[in-house]
Structure formats: C-alpha cells, structure tokens
C-alpha cells in the first residue's frame, strides 16, 4: 500500500494534475476573499487571504517539485500554512453548523476542500528538504499573520462567528504552534531517515 501511495505521489502526472487543482483553487480562493480585500487596508492586503496563500506555496512547492527540484522556505511555509488554515477552515464550519444549526453547501465544500489541504501537505511530508532556519522564517510568518488577524482584527469574515473572536483567537495562536511543531516533526524525521541511508 506504501508503495503504490509513494507511485501515485510521485507519478508526473499526478503531479501535473494536482498542480492545477491547487493552481485553481488558489485562484478561486483569491476571488473569494475579493470583498473582505476590498475593504482592507493596503498595508494588511497580503496577510488576509489566509488559505489562499497557503495553496499558493503549495502550488509553487509542487512546480519546483515536478522538475526535480526544491525550494526549502517556500516548503516550511506550505507544510505550517496549509495544516493551520486546512484545519482552522473545517473547525470553523463545524462550529457554524452547530451555531445555526445547518450549513449551505458551500460550508460543507470548503470543509472538504480544507480539508484536502491539510492532509496534501503531510502526504509530501517526506520530500519537504525544510531545515530548522527555515521552520524559523515560515513560524514568524504565521504568528505575525495571528497577530495582524486577532489584533488588527483582519481574520476572516464569518458573521455568526464574531462574537467568538476572542476565542477564535486564542485556538488559532495554539493551531499554529502546533502546526510548527508538526514542521519540526517532519525535518528530524526526513532527516533521521537521511542519516539512515547514508
């Protein structure tokens, strides 16, 4: 089963196919953030689209990736960015459905499609050449991005969870430490199996 999972990741035209996926989704991602970017200012305009960016470095990951190559910051960032925001998409939908009591179908297909990100981004885990100075560099992005979310209060617009900011907050600021430990994971297990090999 390893190995047929380590064909089909592998496999250029998996590769390919999945690129356009994130490439799409990327973009769709961008259009749906299109109202929220247009009431915010400038100086915060690159740090409100979350999960778009997020599929962006996984996108350019996977670009590199095809031809054979890697691009280490652009990989911590996809790995921490992508379970954060993958993770925080599906638990903020959850807690709409049990808010209201329903969710619309496009609450259901961003859990599924945040959900996708999340688990895309641990399945590459072993091709990641991420070392410590670049797990450093993506963390200080992600808790800058909390900070400018949860103090200058740029997060994500949903209505019915407003009320619950503070606390949104505070999970988020703990999702990304976990998300950088899982990072930190990754690196000394792709590097122990390194040291195994050689």
Known sequence: MYKLLTYILLDKRFL????????FGTIYGYI???????????????FVPD???????????????????????????AIITLFKYGVWAVVMN???????????????ML??????????????????????????????????NDVIDYVFGMMPIYSTLTQYMDKIGYFTFWLSVLSIFIAVKIMKTNNN??????
């Open 51 to 77: 999960s778009p960016t997020a599929s962006l470095f996984f996108t350019i990951f996977l670009g590199f990736f095809i031809f054979g190559r890697n691009i280490p910051y652009i990989e911590a960032l």
């Open 94 to 108: 959850l807690l709409t459905l049990y808010i209201n009591g329903s969710l619309s179908p496009s609450g259901y």
């Open 32 to 46: 749906w953030y299109e109202q929220q970017l247009s009431i915010t200012p400038t100086i915060f305009l690159l």
């Open 193 to 198: 199996k390194l040291s195994i090999s050689s």
């Open 16 to 23: 390919v196919l999945l690129f356009v996926i994130n490439l």
């Open 111 to 144: 859990m599924l499609s945040h959900g996708a990100m999340a688990v895309q981004g641990l399945l590459y885990a072993p091709y990641y050449k991420i070392k410590m100075k670049h797990i450093v560099v993506a963390g200080i992005w992600t808790l800058h």
